[in-house]
Nanobody
Framework: QVQLVESGGGLVQPGGSLRLSCAAS????????MGWFRQAPGKEREFVAA????????SYADSVKGRFTISGDNAKNTVYLEMNSLKPEDTAVYYC?????????????????WGQGTQVTVSS
């Protein structure tokens, strides 16, 4: 069984920064892909970023490129999402998820375990 627990969300002003963490139990990060998704009210859940444990390769949605950075710590079984230059449109519940494959995927349907989510609100 795999459990994912996100933390680090909160209220931040536009232009500010937050770092989200996703702590995983079980064999989650090695030989897998870890992804971050987000869902704003009334909108579908969308891909944000992902990292492959095998190659360390990363992928980002166009809307966050250059502002967000995903990273992982295998020893701690933790994945991070560093978010800078935050905008009001980044407001959403952020979820981490695991894909049992080393190839990065943008599709939420290819991820089999999900965390409960953490709220990020960007507002002045």
């Amino acid at each position: 069984q795999v459990q994912l627990v996100e933390s680090g969300g909160g209220l931040v002003q536009p232009g500010g920064s937050l770092r989200l963490s996703c702590a995983a139990s079980g064999r989650t990060f090695n030989s897998n892909t870890m992804g971050w998704f987000r869902q704003a009210p009334g909108k579908e859940r969308e891909f944000v970023a992902a990292i492959s444990s095998g190659s360390g390769s990363t992928s980002y949605a166009d809307s966050v490129k250059g502002r967000f950075t995903i990273s992982g710590d295998n020893a701690k079984n933790t994945v991070y999402l560093e978010m800078n230059s935050l905008k009001p449109e980044d407001t959403a519940v952020y979820y981490c998820a695991r894909r049992n494959n080393r190839r990065v995927s943008y599709s939420l349907y290819e991820y089999d375990y999900w965390g409960q989510g953490t709220q990020v609100t960007v507002s002045s």
